[in-house]
């Protein structure tokens, strides 16, 4: 089994400004079925996805968060910092770099270089 996909609420007029975040990690954005395009945005990176739920009062946990595995973690800080979204380096637990970051909605995304065991 593996992991396929994520939702995450968020304010229909923030997701343009979400798909752009997800894609500064590599993420494009893909069609969801007929029937979800009017509450929902999708983006995929390879098979995992995240799914941009619509809600007009997201619940954004405080310290809930995705993880994104960014092999050029260094490139992909520099994109995310260009763009204003600086992420936050944190202590490396496996020997690997890792850091935090908020997207435009609030969403805690965690970016490591390698996952741990990996």
């Known amino acids: 089994m593996s992991l ?26 893909v069609e969801p079925p007929e029937a979800l395009r009017d509450r929902s945005r999708w983006v995929q990176r390879g098979a995992t996805q995240v799914h941009l739920l619509f809600s007009a009062d997201p619940v954004i946990p405080p310290s809930g968060h995705v993880a994104v595995v960014a092999e050029a973690f260094a490139e992909v800080g520099a994109r995310l910092a260009a763009a204003g979204r600086i992420p936050e380096l944190r202590t490396e637990h496996w020997g690997a770099p890792r850091a935090f970051v908020r997207s435009p909605a609030g969403h805690r995304v965690e970016l490591m270089h390698t996952p741990p065991g990996g």
């Open 4 to 29: 396929h996909h994520v939702a995450l609420e968020v304010r229909e007029a923030d997701a343009g400004e979400e798909v752009t975040f997800w894609a500064l990690l590599g993420f494009a954005e």
